[in-house]
T-cell receptor, first 114, second 113 residues
Framework: DAEITQSPRHKITETGRQVTLACHQT?????MFWYRQDLGHGLRLIHY???????NKGEVSDGYSVSRSNTEDLPLTLESAASSQTSVYFC?????????????FGAGTRLSVL | QKEVEQNSGPLSVPEGAIASLNCTYS??????FFWYRQYSGKSPELIMS????GDKEDGRFTAQLNKASQYVSLLIRDSQPSDSATYLC?????????????FGKGTLLTVNP
């Protein structure tokens, strides 16, 4: 079955370290998205990609970067982790065609920055 | 005005009752509307999508869309304790090649046995 997987599921890091969260999907979807979810804020879009070599900033992109070298993967990098980036991170993907914008989510990564 | 607004709740209903969840959105050109369910500590999962005015039923769930009034609702009939979760409303803004979704903050539903 097609799926979207995130790793690691839990991560503890220190302020100032670079951290990369992985997202891999086997749906063959063109569109991939990274969100963070915090109490009181809901899901907020960090970065998104509509295809290989395409990346775009979302509403909370400062301090984060992504790259899209193939269809399956969209890793999210925190350049220099800050305590404000402690959050739950979700990756999602969607089909640009007939599925009409339905996004499917990975299980999430819980990140703690100490 | 927030782009997608939901009553944060908590909404508490007895088992077997109808739960009614509401969502309003600001972009009149929005074209796709979704309800996701999120259990505590889990990821959002799609339960309903709706694209045109009116009602769409799937089992115990009914989504209702009124584009003129810019609201979308979700009815859960015969509510079960297993329906206790946070329900997220999501909206795709004006179409073309825009595939992004904007999410509301969610409504926490508790179904009491």
């Amino acid at each position: 079955d097609a799926e979207i997987t995130q790793s690691p599921r839990h991560k503890i890091t220190e302020t100032g370290r670079q951290v990369t969260l992985a997202c891999h999907q086997t749906w063959n979807h063109n569109n991939m998205f990274w969100y963070r979810q915090d109490l009181g804020h809901g899901l907020r879009l960090i970065h998104y990609s509509y295809g290989v070599q395409d990346t775009n900033k979302g509403e909370v992109s400062d301090g984060y970067s992504v790259s899209r070298s193939n269809t399956e993967d969209l890793p999210l990098t925190l350049e220099s982790a800050a305590s404000s980036q402690t959050s739950v991170y979700f990756c999602a993907s969607s089909d640009a065609g007939a599925a009409k914008n339905i996004q499917y989510f990975g299980a999430g990564t819980r990140l703690s920055v100490l | 005005q927030k782009e997608v607004e939901q009553n944060s709740g908590p909404l508490s209903v007895p088992e077997g009752a109808i739960a009614s969840l509401n969502c309003t959105y600001s972009d009149r050109g929005s074209q796709s509307f979704f309800w996701y369910r999120q259990y505590s500590g889990k990821s959002p999962e799609l339960i309903m999508s709706i694209y045109s005015n009116g009602d769409k039923e799937d089992g115990r769930f009914t989504a209702q869309l009124n584009k003129a009034s810019q609201y979308v609702s979700l009815l859960i009939r015969d509510s079960q304790p297993s329906d206790s979760a946070t329900y997220l409303c999501a909206v795709n803004k004006s179409g073309g090649s825009n595939y992004k979704l904007t999410f509301g903050k969610g409504t926490l539903l508790t179904v009491n046995p």
